[in-house]
């Protein structure tokens, strides 16, 4: 299944009439794709720039593994009953959630 969310890449930037501490996280076509606060605490900041990078990078993680996972199938095929903590199955498992199979 393919995704059906706003197209990538997703870029981080700030839009001019919104909050100075606020992260914005925005798609080719200027569509806004998310709002992170920016807190005041050090510690919790850090940890908001941390989540606005993974928002952002979002749309190419996913591509990537399911790249991975094509590769890995074709090459060595499919195998369908993997421990529920094997990578794969966690990369599966990964993969159904952001395409809201699961």
Same mark, same amino acid.
């Given at each position: 299944?393919? @995704?059906?969310?706003? *197209? ?8 001019? @009439? ?15 794709? &998310? ?12 940890? %908001?720039? &941390?989540?606005?990078?993974?928002? &952002? &990078?979002?749309? /190419? #993680?996913?591509? $990537?593994?399911? *790249? #991975?996972? *094509?590769?890995?199938?074709? @090459? ?5 009953? /993997?421990?529920? /903590? ?5 990369? *599966? $498992? %990964?993969? $159904?959630? %952001?395409?809201?199979?699961?």
């Amino acid at each position: 299944m393919e @995704f059906n969310g706003s *197209k990538s890449p997703w870029h981080i930037g700030s839009h001019p @009439f919104e909050y100075r501490n606020r992260h914005t996280i925005r798609s080719d076509d200027n569509t806004v794709i &998310a709002h992170v606060s920016q807190p005041s605490d050090n510690e919790q900041s850090a940890r %908001a720039d &941390a989540d606005v990078r993974l928002i &952002a &990078a979002a749309p /190419e #993680l996913l591509e $990537a593994l399911q *790249k #991975l996972l *094509k590769y890995h199938d074709d @090459f060595y095929g499919s195998e369908p009953n /993997e421990d529920p /903590e094997h990578p794969l199955a966690v990369a *599966k $498992a %990964a993969i $159904a959630k %952001a395409l809201g199979q699961q």
